[in-house]
């Protein structure tokens, strides 16, 4: 009979994600891992596997947590422009509040360059796609209740503000909040004016 845990497996991945997300992927080290979390080799090794699978573990937790909270801000009773704006709002709030990290988990794995699994970039990449997803519903949406009139595609329109989206985060992460904040007011005027 196995013994028991002596440790959260969940509090431990999610120090584990925070540790990827403020070291990148390939500067954090199984020796650091086991130092964050304070568990031996075998233990992490036992539970979570090699690096590489604690990693991607590490991106789902952070798919759940923070980008699927996000994401229900386009995907709830609000639709269209209201969404949209709900979205942004929701974004720059929650970015006054981040701690522990810099800008956005996935942008900075991919920016890195460090994660060669095709199985986690194919991740990484469905991820960005979902909210594409999401903000091209919204952008149709808001087409069909009398908005973006000079708007002509919907697709390419959600890859704008799929940008917008990563620009914010990237000036949060650089510590400019003040300037994203600015941004998100101009982005919100613009969007009303299309």
Same mark, same amino acid.
């Given at each position: 009979? =196995?013994?028991?845990? /002596?440790?959260?497996p969940?509090?431990?991945?999610? &120090?584990? #994600?925070?540790?990827?997300?403020?070291?990148?992927?390939?500067? +954090?080290? #199984?020796?650091?891992?086991? @130092?964050?979390?304070?568990?031996?080799?075998f233990?992490l090794?036992n539970?979570?596997? %090699?690096?590489?699978?604690?990693?991607?573990?590490?991106?789902? *937790?952070?798919?759940?947590? $923070?980008?699927g909270?996000?994401?229900?801000?386009?995907q709830?009773?609000l +639709?269209?422009?209201? @969404?949209?704006?709900?979205?942004?709002?929701?974004?720059? /709030?929650?970015?006054? $509040?981040?701690?522990?990290?810099?800008?956005c988990?996935?942008?900075? +794995?991919?920016?890195?360059?460090?994660v060669?699994d095709?199985?986690?970039?194919?991740?990484?990449?469905?991820?960005f796609l979902?909210?594409?997803?999401?903000? &091209?519903a919204?952008? +149709?949406?808001?087409?069909?209740?009398?908005?973006?009139?000079? $708007? %002509?595609?919907?697709?390419? #329109?959600? %890859?704008y *503000?799929?940008?917008? $989206? &990563?620009?914010?985060?990237?000036?949060?992460?650089?510590?400019?909040?003040?300037? @994203?904040d600015s =941004?998100?007011?101009i982005?919100?005027?613009?969007?009303?004016?299309?």
């Amino acid at each position: 009979m =196995a013994r028991p845990l /002596a440790f959260n497996p969940e509090e431990k991945l999610h &120090q584990a #994600m925070m540790l990827f997300w403020r070291r990148g992927y390939e500067a +954090t080290s #199984m020796q650091e891992l086991v @130092a964050e979390l304070e568990i031996n080799r075998f233990s992490l090794y036992n539970t979570f596997g %090699d690096k590489q699978a604690l990693f991607a573990q590490s991106v789902e *937790l952070y798919e759940e947590k $923070v980008f699927g909270r996000l994401l229900l801000c386009l995907q709830g009773e609000l +639709t269209g422009l209201e @969404a949209l704006n709900f979205y942004f709002d929701s974004l720059a /709030a929650g970015l006054k $509040v981040q701690t522990g990290a810099n800008g956005c988990f996935l942008q900075n +794995t991919l920016l890195e360059g460090g994660v060669k699994d095709q199985q986690v970039i194919e991740r990484i990449r469905g991820v960005f796609l979902r909210l594409r997803a999401a903000l &091209q519903a919204a952008v +149709t949406q808001a087409k069909a209740q009398g908005h973006f009139s000079k $708007v %002509d595609s919907s697709e390419q #329109m959600a %890859d704008y *503000l799929l940008l917008q $989206v &990563q620009g914010l985060i990237a000036l949060n992460g650089l510590r400019l909040g003040e300037q @994203a904040d600015s =941004a998100v007011k101009i982005l919100k005027q613009q969007l009303q004016s299309l």
